[in-house]
């Protein structure tokens, strides 16, 4: 499902050269829920941009379903995070201009793979049924967060990665999410990286990894 | 611009077309919408009698008259040329002669060389009156622009000759003496040549025994030429039939001497109405009766969207003529104002010889 | 392509869920696109007509010949050249008056008139015969006929004598024109067998093969020109036209381009999304392109269309200045062509594009994870005054470059443009230093953050600040300019009429008559005979004014300068004042001398003004103007008479010789035909003038919109501790207005600059002439006045919408700070 190899990266300021990831390398399988936590600035958040395409890697290898996805070009590694990914951040990252129904469907409709039954079947388990015309700026922070979850579940991705995902809810809404989360991963087979510094969350999780000193521990 | 609105010479031309002065010899159309009366101006009778050098000038009386000729040149080389000069004069109005720019004299003027490969041409139209076209009969000038033809002294009045010929256009100029010993000779029945079973008729008199000589100048190259030439001059006021549609019209300088002058005017009904004069090298002209004559075409040149019949077998039975008319240059076609074929032409059969074939009347192709 | 579609989807949610943004972002297409393109439809419609004027018969398209010495020559000169084989045509041409009014009678050769200059009229097969034969036909434009009050076929009297043959409408025609036979023509102005010039077709034949002398005639031989003379006339009002339009068009970008700086800012996390769910970065930025496109179609379109009607509610008004102005006759209609729409639509969507191309850029580079946003605002807006204070600097050297070495009217207009420009750039520094300087002075802590705040809040304001700056300088310098030339125009006129009456008889033998009728009474102080007639200096046509030796003309003449014995010389007969504009286009002043024809040289003693004459002008000694031209008509005449016995001898006057209205004058009725016509001329300069404060204050609203948003994080702090949101409001309110009163003073003498620059280096080039600088300090505050109501009206709306904020939006920017 996902296989890093010896993944390295460093950023550089005018001072110093900073390795934030040392030859990190783990394999996450179908179905498989996986923690990642560490310190704030341990490279938590790097690693996962690092999967998801959006950064580029100094070194090593990400292997999504048996494809090496570094190197490639911005319009593939788009395409991969279009149909294989899902992505959920702290920020919710949700269209303000389009309602819960079309935040929830629209990264299934760019991917050309609109299941209605599914979307169904998602807006029923994460609650949304009755939001879906409203605007994001009219809901709360854990249905926004639901809804993120949603709309990266509803292309039917092969993994799905979390960052923080409950970082800007309260406890028992986190736990809610979290729940969900691990439940629709189950049931959907796909894998989840979930970026943490909770060790509450992560241990609601099948595995975790913790990353200090640009390795894993 | 739309040309076809534009007061210009086209649209005169246009004015022209409708005035019934139509281009050519073959003025004598019914399409130039001439068909009508003639009311006011002078009347074509049977028995005139033909006064020179006065009957070298211009008839006002008469809606239309021309001064036309061909010339069927070669160069030292054998490489033959056709020139044609031609002064159409139109009167919009019946009535005495009105002084400067109220003349209602329209005149028009038509000049082509032609080369096997080459057909340039040129028109030019003018208003009279004020002296930029006309003619005088003695001392004899013909002009438009600054084309001219002229006595060149001392002019034989029975033969009409010295003459000097000059025209120019774009790619082309021509400066020639015409020659000649015979005396002119009259068509038809002593110049009253007749356009239909009807009555329409013009005064009809020719000079086709000149030799031309001197240069002419094609796409910039001058060569000198020479060869014989042939001098139209005909007048009218009403000389079509309502349903002639259009004509074929050539002149044949035989190899044995003989002229012949052959015309066919189309009517609408599919019949034909023909005409000619037989100019024994004796110089006694003879008209021919309208049954002795056959003229049938062989082949079609497509030419400016037309369908033009370029060769034609041609014969006259009661002379023992049965040639095949086939033209230098195929295209020789006058797109002016008034478009028309007009082109030198080579017979072969019974008589070898050397013409000129006009056609008008031809429309859209098929 | 469907994936392309769904994300334009989700890019064009953000307007429906913001639709004044959407307006904003229209408007500014609109009003860009709309004035320019009303602006060109009214110069295109012009420069149309000159074409058709220009085309009928050569009038500078054709290469001719005249005869430099005389206004006609004999047309045997025609045939000559015919029968040398010159392809040319003739052509007489005059003025005669139907109905009152004046007319240009052309008579034409239809049988030899070069294809190519016959564009106006149309004679069909039927008409040529009519054309040529008697009675012939008057071809004329149907607006002729309908300000004629004539319909077809009517044979309008042109005199006691004469009658034109019937008229026949041709719509092609240029307006005020009749065309005739030339046979006619000879006839009508009687000159038989007399030409004005030869055109000359399509030939190969040069100038230099042309015959020394033709039929007797030395013939000038007269390229043609791709620029008509009314196309070189009427260039510097098109061009004012023109500046205008694009000024306006400018001003509209500063909109759209507040406005796509808003929607992209706010659309940046939108952007960030579909990144991050798969879109990539190129289908992105090419979706956003057509976004904007399809977005400027729109306007384009609506702005296009807003352009007809502004075009056409201005037509009026520039054909009245065309003819008052130069003579020329514009058609009452517009009629558009096809390149002017597309060329509209095209300029919409490069300037939405090229407004946008600053947030497209960014957009391109956008990272896709969120960066921290640097805090050092102060640094980069010191850097960012700095590289505006350097580029301010650089257009002022240009300017200033351009004023030295420039020598056209285009270098004018480049002055202005590169001064606008420099002064546009330069405003938010002067803005920032005077912030600067009332923040030192600042006491309290509100006042302080006052202050600071308004600093911060400038590079979000500059643009629309910069578009007021411009619109109000314009303004400034248009109106300032106006008022002087209506200030002088007023006092030159006193000048020029100083005569009572003004006799214009029908012909000399009337004229004779009236003199000696005049002669007999008392009550006529005195009479002035004047007489006028034209020829050509270098090509262009120069009129020649006769002046009668008498004080009122001494006394009131508007000289420039002259010699102390100008006038005693004048009348001597060899000495002349030449008008300003002729001065200035021969280079000639007091004490040169100027060769008027063949045999008459004179002097030049003096230089006087000649205002709104687009012709050079001669004055001589009216003497010696009849016996160096005979053939002037001496037809003309000024009457002085005591007020009192006014009305008396007008009316005894006309009854006497039946004088009608053109014929006959009193000086105020000149006077307010003249002003009338001038301030006609300036009405279109007035009502863009309008047109572009307006999108100025549109301008400024937008702009103020879009901060409104972005200022509340700064604003919702002093909420929390105390201000109330009414208090916030007021000082918003108050904000602006300071910011706005400070651009406004700047664009006071930056007016009075354009102004200066209209006066002395555009004017002089465009119509050869000079006006005393004057400053109306009244006129200046009215337009401070005007800029302070619009920046009001344009600041109310978001300051109402602060007051009215519900406290929860404010909290929320403390739960979700950006």
Known sequence: MLKVVNLSKSYRSAQETVHVLRGVGFAVAPGESVALTGESGSGKSTLLHLIAGLDEADGGEVWVEGACVTGLPDARRAALRCTRLGLIFQQFNLVPSLSVADNLAFQARLAGRSDPAWLGELSARLGLDALMKRYPEQLSGGQQQRLAIGRALAVKPALLLADEPTGNLDEATADEVVHLLRDLVARSGCGLLMVTHSTRLAAMLDRRLHLSGGGLT | ?366 | MRRALWVLAVLLSHWRRHPLQLATLLVGLIAATALWSGVQALNQQARLSYDRAAALFGGARTAMLIDPAHATFTQAAFVALRRAGWPVSPVLEGRVEVGGRSLRLIGVEPVTLPPETAAGPAVGRDDLHAFVAPPGRTLAAPETLRDLGLTAGATPRIDQSAELPPLQPQPHLAPGVLVVDIGVAQRVLGKPGQVSRLLVGNTTRSARELPESVAGTRLRWVAPDSETDLARLTDSFHLNLTAFGLLSFLVGLFIVNSAIGLAFEQRRSTLRTLRACGVSARLLNVVVVIELVSIALVGGLVGLVCGYVIAAALLPDVAASLRGLYGARLPGTLSLRPQWWFAGIAMSVLGALAAAGASLIRMARLPLLAAAQPDAWRRAQRRWLLRQGALAAVMLIAAVGVLIFGDSLLAGFAVLAALLLAAALALPVALDGALQLAARGARGALPAWFWADSRQQLPGLSLALMALLLALAVNVGVGTMVRSFSVTFARWLDGRLAADIYVSAANDTQAIEIRRWLAARTDIDAVLPGARTEIRIGGAPVEITGVADHATYRDNWPLLRATADGWDRLHQGDAAFVSEQLSRRLHLDVGDRLRISGGWSVDVVGVYADYGNPKGQIAVGVDALSRHFPETPQTRFGLRVAPEHLAGVMAALREAFHLDARQLADQATVKAESKRIFNRTFAVTAALNTFTLGVAGVALLTSLLTLSGSRLPQLAPLWAIGLTRRRLAAIELMKTMVVAFVTALLALPLGLLVAWCLIAVVNVKAFGWRLPFQVFPAQLLELLGIAMLAALLATLWPVFKLARMQPATLIRIFANER
């Open chain 2, 1 to 366: 611009m739309n040309a076809d609105r534009a007061l210009s010479r086209r649209g005169f031309a246009a004015g022209l077309l409708w005035l019934g002065l139509g281009g050519a010899r073959a003025l004598a159309q019914g399409f130039a919408g001439l068909g009508g009366e003639a009311a006011g101006f002078a009347a074509v009778t049977p028995g005139r009698k033909f006064m020179f050098p006065d009957d070298f000038g211009a008839h006002p009386d008469f809606r239309i008259e021309w001064w036309y000729v061909t010339a069927n040149l070669r160069d030292a080389d054998g490489v033959a040329y056709g020139v044609q000069w031609t002064l159409f004069r139109q009167a919009m109005a019946p009535g005495p002669q009105r002084e400067g720019w109220d003349n209602q004299q329209v005149w028009m003027g038509h000049a082509a060389v032609t080369s096997a490969a080459t057909h340039r041409f040129a028109e030019t139209f003018a208003r009279g009156g004020v002296g930029q076209a006309g003619v005088i009969a003695a001392p004899f000038e013909a002009w438009i622009d600054a084309w001219r033809m002229a006595a060149l002294p001392p002019l034989s009045n029975a033969a009409f000759a010295p003459l000097r010929l000059q025209a120019a256009g774009e790619g082309f100029g021509y400066d020639l003496r015409l020659d000649a010993e015979r005396p002119l000779v009259l068509q038809g029945e002593g110049g009253y040549s007749r356009k239909s079973e009807r009555g329409q008729a013009s005064y009809y008199y020719s000079q086709p025994y000149f030799t031309a000589t001197g240069h002419i100048t094609l796409d910039g190259r001058t060569v000198a030429v020479s060869g014989p030439a042939w001098l139209d001059r005909e007048w009218s006021s009403q000389p079509l039939a309502a349903d002639q549609t259009g004509w074929d019209w050539l002149s044949l300088h035989l190899d044995g001497g003989d002229k012949v002058m052959l015309f066919r005017l189309r009517q609408a009904d599919g019949g034909h109405y023909f005409a000619g004069n037989w100019i024994g090298s004796d110089g006694r002209s003879v008209a021919l009766a309208s049954n002795a004559i056959a003229m049938t075409p062989l082949g079609f040149t497509e030419v400016a969207g037309r369908r033009v019949p370029t060769q034609w077998r041609v014969a006259v039975a009661s002379r023992g003529l049965a040639v095949d008319a086939a033209p230098l240059n195929p295209r020789s076609f006058m797109a002016t104002s008034f478009p028309y074929w007009e082109g030198p032409i080579v017979v072969h059969g019974s008589h070898d010889g050397v013409g000129y074939l006009e056609m008008t009347g031809y429309r859209d192709a098929g």
